[in-house]
């Protein structure tokens, strides 16, 4: 594994913090070239961007607190803590959560009609895709479970090989990134169906590649991000049917 | 010729989006009443509420819009360094060296709600100390991210054990 990427005059670069910033710039630019592309207005794109970004920090911080247990109460919890480089930022399914809440308050403050979060889609996955590969450069929690698959990877302290789950998530996002730029335009992804459609997908691919990583089992056998998962899929059901028989009570109108 | 059904912009038969405000104009011409709803209400004489909403639109000049930018801005560090000065400093609560011990005084675990809340609040009632208010705290969080090029701090379970070694 390489934690340290590379040094610049003697100071190291960590992998793990450089990876989750260059994904961060290159979801950020692909966001602005699609909201450009969309003649989203900067007096909407500025706040709502900052919103999602701050939400989404916070929102990934205060996950760890339900998928890591309440020993990390008195980091997790406060503000402070939310600025020290020596603290990873968190979960991303928290901050994907804390970003849409961030976002829709921003949204509904400025006063925005309809929803032009579909531009937040295919810069979210590729975002994802680069920031992987500082967790896999750092063996972040262990990579994944023993395996005996061809492409198994060594961790530093285990005599076996292990699944390389930050790999899956990367490789995942990227094909998910090129299935939402090929979705933009299509008419039943617009208004907010293309970043539902793209968190969807991503809930259910995290909900089967978490039975391969070492996160802790809260019940029934399943780890607290796969119960995020469950529950971020049946709100966008939920969403999904009263829409649709929106659409039916519209047409029989 | 197609004419958008959001901004009234005449486009190419062949358009997928307008040119103008970029709808995709196929779902725009099935989903005329949702459509509907995207349009900046226009103000209705005799409407109190849109003319209030619109009055407090315009008449907020460019220098007053900075001005409660700054307020914003500014104004998060000062409450939010005072806070730190008093739970830190004189309340001796945690250690801001150790990462592992913040302090898990009342306080101290007030500050991230006090914050979100405020944002909350101003973003409805003064749009502009808000937006100064978040972009203070998005330049902490940009700041804190370009130092953690240099810091060993994973997301990993538990979190901090990158920092013990």
């Known amino acids: 594994m390489h934690p340290i990427l590379f040094r610049v005059a003697g100071t190291p670069i960590y992998s793990h913090g450089f990876f989750l910033v260059v994904g ?46 309440l020993e990390t109460a008195s980091t997790v919890l406060n503000f402070y803590a939310l600025f020290d480089p020596r603290i990873g930022p968190g979960s991303i399914l928290g901050g994907v959560v804390g970003g849409y809440v961030g976002g829709y ?13 579909d531009a937040f889609a295919p810069a979210m996955a590729l975002a994802v895709a680069v920031g992987r590969i500082g967790c896999f450069l750092v063996a972040e929690d262990g990579l994944g479970k023993p395996t005996t698959l061809p492409w198994g990877v060594p961790v530093p302290g285990c005599d ?43 809930a259910v691919f995290r909900f089967g590649v978490e039975f391969m990583r070492n996160n802790r089992v809260l019940a029934l056998g399943l780890t607290p991000h796969q119960f995020v998962c469950l529950g971020l899929l ?20 | 010729m197609i004419v958008c059904p959001k901004c ?3 486009n190419d038969d062949q358009a997928m989006n307008c040119a103008d405000c970029g709808i995709n104009l196929e779902w725009a011409l099935e989903n005329l ?13 005799g409407d109190a509420a849109n003319e209030k909403a619109d009055r407090k639109r315009t008449q ?73 208010m978040l972009s203070a705290v998005a330049l902490n969080l940009f700041i804190a991210l370009i130092l953690g090029l240099t810091e060993y701090g994973t997301c990993a379970v538990p979190f901090f054990a990158g920092l013990a070694r």
């Open chain 1, 24 to 69: 961060l710039l290159i979801g950020l630019a692909l966001l602005v070239v699609e909201a450009r592309r969309r003649r989203w207005p900067k007096e909407e794109v500025v706040p709502i961007t900052l919103a999602t970004f701050v939400g989404g920090m916070i929102g990934a911080r205060l996950s760890i607190l339900f998928l890591n247990g």
């Open chain 1, 105 to 117: 308050i921003a949204s509904r403050a400025i006063g925005k009609k309809g929803c032009a979060c």
């Open chain 1, 160 to 202: 076996y090989l292990v699944h390389p789950t930050p790999l899956y998530d990367a490789a995942f996002n990227l094909l998910w990134f090129g299935v939402l730029m090929l979705l933009r335009d299509h008419r039943s992804m617009q208004n907010g169906n293309l970043l539902k459609f793209g968190l969807a997908g991503y």
């Open chain 1, 234 to 253: 049946l709100a966008l059901a939920v969403y999904f049917s009263y829409q649709r028989r929106g659409l039916r009570q519209s047409v029989t109108a």
């Open chain 2, 8 to 10: 009234g912009h005449e």
């Open chain 2, 33 to 45: 009443a949702e459509v509907a709803q995207m349009r900046t209400p226009v103000a209705v004489p």
């Open chain 2, 60 to 132: 907020m000049s460019p220098a007053a819009k900075r001005r409660d930018f700054l307020i914003g801005f500014f104004g998060w560090f000062v409450l939010n360094g005072l806070v730190w000065l008093l739970v830190a400093v004189v309340g001796q609560e945690g250690d801001f060296h150790d990462p592992l011990n913040y302090g898990e005084g009342l306080v101290n675990l007030c500050v991230l709600p006090l914050n979100v809340l405020a944002l909350i609040i101003l973003a409805f009632w003064r749009r502009w100390i808000s937006l100064g």
